[in-house]
């Protein structure tokens, strides 16, 4: 063996090493991110269903928004706005994932819209929640617990 190449696999096995390290803190920063943002998602969806209940039972647009801070508090998410408009409540939430990192989230609620030539039995009961990337999901008897 020269002299001159005398060290170089340690060389090497410390680049290899240093970029593994690097490769494992980016996977876990993307995990984290990953976490916080269906939290801020599942927050947005809770506090979205709750307060269009809350609107639909009082008709007050202020409880129903209070019950949102609420619910997103106690599920350790940031309320950034709550919104009602007509019997849709729209929510924006956000959760920080590390630092200088934020997830964010919005959920929006309300009644289920009728199928076309549909003209309702009145009984009501069906929420709708919509994600920020526009899927919809209908959830039959939503029932929210009380916060003590």
Same mark, same amino acid.
Request: hydrophobic content about 45%; some cysteine; proline content about 3%.
């Given at each position: 063996?020269?002299?001159? =190449?005398?060290?170089?696999?340690?060389?090497? &096995?410390? $680049?290899?090493?240093?970029?593994?390290?690097?490769? *494992?803190? !980016?996977?876990?920063?993307?995990?984290?991110? *990953?976490?916080?943002?269906? #939290? $801020?998602? !599942?927050?947005? %969806?809770? /506090?979205?269903?709750?307060?269009?209940?809350?609107?639909?039972? !009082?008709?007050?647009?202020?409880?129903?928004? =209070?019950?949102?801070?609420?619910?997103t508090g106690a599920h350790e998410v940031r309320l950034e706005s709550c919104a009602v408009q007509g019997q849709v409540v729209q929510v924006h939430t #956000?959760? #920080?994932?590390?630092?200088?990192? *934020?997830?964010?989230? *919005?959920?929006?609620?309300?009644?289920?819209?009728?199928?076309?030539? +549909?003209?309702?039995?009145?009984? &009501?009961? %069906?929420?709708?929640? =919509? +994600?920020? %990337?526009?899927?919809?999901?209908?959830?039959?008897?939503? /029932?929210?617990?009380?916060? &003590?």
């Amino acid at each position: 063996m020269m002299r001159a =190449e005398r060290g170089s696999g340690t060389v090497l &096995g410390l $680049a290899v090493i240093a970029v593994a390290i690097i490769l *494992t803190m !980016t996977v876990a920063s993307l995990a984290r991110v *990953t976490a916080a943002r269906g #939290s $801020a998602q !599942t927050g947005a %969806d809770l /506090a979205a269903l709750a307060a269009a209940e809350r609107l639909h039972a !009082t008709g007050s647009p202020g409880a129903a928004c =209070e019950l949102a801070a609420r619910v997103t508090g106690a599920h350790e998410v940031r309320l950034e706005s709550c919104a009602v408009q007509g019997q849709v409540v729209q929510v924006h939430t #956000s959760r #920080s994932a590390g630092p200088g990192l *934020t997830a964010r989230a *919005t959920a929006r609620a309300g009644p289920a819209p009728l199928p076309a030539g +549909h003209r309702g039995s009145g009984a &009501g009961g %069906d929420e709708e929640v =919509e +994600h920020g %990337d526009g899927a919809g999901l209908v959830q039959r008897g939503v /029932a929210v617990a009380a916060l &003590g």
